[in-house]
C-alpha cells in the first residue's frame, strides 16, 4: 500500500521530476528502508510473544518438580541412612553422640534377585524388635503433618523403626549355635564370620554361651519360608533374631519388611567405600 500511495503523489503534483515514474525504481533506498522498519517491528512482537515465566511461578514449579523427582528416586532407587548404634561394627560405625556413617541403601538388587546371606540390609522392624522405640514425631498437629510430608520426600526420617544387620540364613534353613559349635551354623555348616568384630566387645558367660557363638546358645530353629534370621556384625552388642526368638517369627524379618540393600558408606569422607556382601555360606 506504501508503493500504491506513492504512485497517487506522483499523480496528484503532475510538475515534480520523475513523473509517471516506477515508484519502486525512483527510491530504493526509501523502499529498503521502510521493509526493515517493519522487520525490526517483527522482531519486538515475537520477543513479546516469547516473554520469561515470572520467578514468583517459575520457583514453585521448580521446587515441586525437585521434590517429586527425589520421591521417585527414594521410593523406587534407593536412599541415604544413618548409623545410629554400634552394632555393626566394624562394617558400619555408629554410636550415641558420635557421627555415625551415612549409608546408601538401594532397591533394584531385589527387583531382581532375593536377599541372600551375607548381605547388608535395612529393615522395618516387626512388633516384637520395636518394643522400645519412640516416635520422633511432634505432638503438635500441625508440626507432625509437616514432618509426614517431609518423610516422603527424605527431608525427614520415616516414624518407623528401620535397621541394619546383616543376612545370615534364608526361609527353609536351619540356623544354630550349641555348645562345642565352632561357630555359627547354617544347616549344619559353619558361616564364615571373618567380617564380624574382634575382639569380642563384651565378655560372655561361659555357662550360656561361648564366644564362637557370639553370645548365647540358640537353636536350632527353621527360618520360616520368605522370612530372614538376622545378626549384627558385632555380636555381643546387637540385639538382632537371636533376641527376638520367641516372637510369631521365630525372631526373623519377613522379606517385604526388607527397604534396600546397603551399597556404600558416603559419609565421613574418612570412610567412603562399599560394604561388602560375602557369601558367608560357600
Not at 18 to 42: F, T, V, Y
Not at 65 to 85: D, K, N, W
Not at 218 to 235: C, I, K, S
Not at 247 to 276: A, C, H, M, W
Amino acid at each position: 500500500m506504501t508503493d500504491l500511495s506513492g504512485a497517487s503523489n506522483a499523480d496528484d503534483h503532475s510538475q515534480n521530476p520523475g513523473e509517471g515514474e516506477n515508484p519502486d525504481q525512483r527510491s530504493p533506498e526509501k523502499g529498503s528502508g521502510r521493509q526493515a522498519s517493519s522487520g525490526g517491528k517483527n522482531r519486538k512482537d515475537s520477543k513479546k510473544d516469547t516473554k520469561s515465566t515470572p520467578w514468583y511461578i517459575e520457583i514453585p514449579i521448580v521446587v515441586v518438580l525437585t521434590l517429586a523427582l527425589i520421591f521417585v528416586l527414594q521410593t523406587f532407587v534407593g536412599r541415604p541412612y544413618m548409623i545410629p548404634s554400634g552394632s555393626m561394627e566394624p562394617t558400619l560405625h555408629g554410636c550415641e553422640g558420635c557421627t555415625g556413617d551415612r549409608i546408601m541403601v538401594e532397591k533394584i538388587s531385589y527387583y531382581f534377585n532375593d536377599p541372600k546371606p551375607g548381605d547388608v540390609v535395612v529393615f522395618k522392624g516387626t512388633d516384637s524388635w520395636n518394643v522400645g522405640f519412640t516416635t520422633q514425631r511432634s505432638d503438635n498437629a500441625a508440626i507432625r503433618g509437616l514432618q509426614n510430608l517431609g518423610s516422603y520426600v527424605g527431608l525427614v526420617a520415616a516414624d518407623e523403626n528401620d535397621l541394619v544387620k546383616r543376612i545370615i540364613a534364608s526361609g527353609g534353613q536351619t540356623v544354630s549355635c550349641q555348645e562345642g559349635d565352632p561357630g555359627i551354623m547354617v544347616d549344619g555348616a559353619e558361616v564364615d564370620d571373618s567380617y564380624t568384630l574382634q575382639p569380642l566387645q563384651y565378655p560372655i558367660n561361659p555357662a550360656t554361651g561361648s564366644e564362637a557363638c557370639g553370645g548365647d546358645y540358640f537353636g536350632p530353629l527353621t527360618v520360616p519360608e520368605g522370612n530372614f534370621f538376622m545378626m549384627g556384625d558385632n555380636r555381643t552388642n546387637s540385639l538382632d533374631s537371636r533376641a527376638h526368638i520367641g516372637d510369631e517369627y521365630q525372631g526373623t524379618i519377613p522379606e517385604e519388611n526388607i527397604k534396600g540393600k546397603v551399597q556404600f558408606i558416603f559419609l565421613p569422607f574418612s570412610r567412603i567405600g562399599g560394604v561388602g556382601d560375602p557369601d558367608i555360606q560357600g
